[in-house]
């Protein structure tokens, strides 16, 4: 039943953000995703469920305190520490709740559309003063699509501006229904050619790209092209200028942002025992950036850098 009683499963909710949309906003990420980008820095919204986030750094040696709590037997010794068997874990936070060193925490909370409202709602004064208001992300906020709709819905109700930070992988069906309720679409295109995509990604662009061209021709949101700029991964003329005939090809243009590769979320990924393979890129320098954006001008789009 869709209703403030719709639960979803949230990794966490920012106030103050001015990266996610125009003004002061609060950014809700929500946990999902169907793609595996290799650049992620957010690996923790990729998987739907509740996860445990393990800092060996913090955990006591010998202590093994959490070992005898998991009843799925997920934990173990190793060494002097221990190791999370993560096909075994349900994401109970058993552990997690005798760990008084906050070695083990839990990753994602299951929330009702009320709660999240409560949150965003002591941010208003906010929304009001810098034209800013709420944005759903993730992850892909449409993968828990119930209920970032009601939410999305319920924001508008009271007068909130949206917006929706989207892959774009959904289906068209359902993202046509999410746009009814947002004012501001921040959509990203991370490569032109479908093979690519799919090894960067892992999945196609071609649903990606299709779903862009029909926002473009059937809705007026604030649609912005959100493009990763992974240095020697998608920045090449080629690329860029297959993105610029893209863009210049749809019915109305949407606002072109780029975001420079970072490594900000490399240690989540061994928090969360998995391996980040781009281990030896480096961002770019802000000149490199610039050459980006000099280049796209050249084939006719004229990006913004958002550092
Ligand atoms: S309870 Fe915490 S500190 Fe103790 S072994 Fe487990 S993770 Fe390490
Ligand atoms: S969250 Fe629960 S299932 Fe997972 S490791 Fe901790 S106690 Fe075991």
């Given amino acids: 039943?869709?209703?403030?009683?719709?639960?979803?499963?949230?990794?966490?909710?920012?106030?103050?953000?001015?990266?996610?949309?125009?003004?002061?906003?609060?950014?809700?990420?929500?946990?999902?995703?169907?793609?595996?980008?290799?650049?992620?820095?957010?690996?923790?919204?990729?998987?739907?469920?509740i996860e445990v986030e393990y800092s060996k750094e913090k955990c006591i040696p010998q202590c093994y305190e959490c070992v005898g709590q998991c009843d799925a037997?997920?934990?173990?010794?190793?060494?002097?520490?221990?190791a999370i068997d993560r096909k075994k874990c349900s994401g109970c936070g058993r552990c997690v709740e005798v760990c008084y060193r906050k070695a083990l925490t839990v990753v994602g909370e299951e929330m009702d559309v009320a709660e999240v409202l409560n949150e965003i709602e002591k941010d208003r004064p906010f929304y009001e003063k810098s034209g800013g208001g709420v944005t759903l992300s993730g992850g892909e906020p449409l993968y828990q699509h119930r209920f970032a709709v009601e939410l999305l819905r319920q924001c508008k109700e009271r007068g909130i501006s949206t917006a929706l930070d989207t892959t774009g992988y959904v289906d068209w069906d359902i993202l046509k229904n999410t746009l009814?309720?947002?004012?501001?679409?921040?959509?990203?295109?991370?490569?032109?050619?479908?093979?690519?995509?799919?090894?960067?990604?892992g999945v196609s662009n071609d649903v990606i790209l299709e779903n862009a061209r029909r926002i473009s021709e059937k809705f007026f949101p604030i649609l912005i092209f959100?493009?990763?700029?992974?240095?020697?991964?998608?920045?090449?003329?080629?690329?860029?200028?297959?993105?610029?005939q893209f863009v210049?090809?749809?019915s109305n243009l949407p606002a072109i942002h780029l975001l420079p590769y970072h490594r900000l979320g490399v240690f989540k990924y061994t928090r969360l025992g998995r391996e980040y393979t781009l281990k030896n890129l480096q961002p770019p320098t802000r000149d490199?950036?610039?050459?980006?954006?000099?280049?796209?001008?050249?084939?006719?789009?004229?990006?913004?850098?958002v550092t």
């Fill in 1 to 49: 039943m869709e209703s403030k009683l719709q639960k979803g499963v949230i990794v966490k909710i920012q106030r103050f953000s001015i990266q996610d949309g125009p003004g002061i906003r609060t950014t809700v990420f929500l946990k999902g995703c169907f793609l595996r980008c290799l650049w992620c820095s957010n690996p923790e919204t990729q998987e739907p469920g």
């Fill in 288 to 305: 490199y950036i610039r050459r980006v954006a000099e280049l796209l001008e050249t084939f006719g789009i004229r990006p913004l850098i």
């Fill in 248 to 250: 210049r090809s749809l």
């Fill in 226 to 244: 959100r493009i990763p700029v992974i240095p020697g991964i998608n920045d090449n003329p080629k690329n860029l200028k297959e993105l610029a």
């Fill in 180 to 201: 009814e309720y947002t004012d501001i679409v921040l959509y990203d295109i991370k490569h032109l050619d479908p093979e690519e995509h799919k090894k960067l990604t």
């Fill in 73 to 82: 037997k997920a934990i173990s010794k190793d060494g002097e520490y221990i």
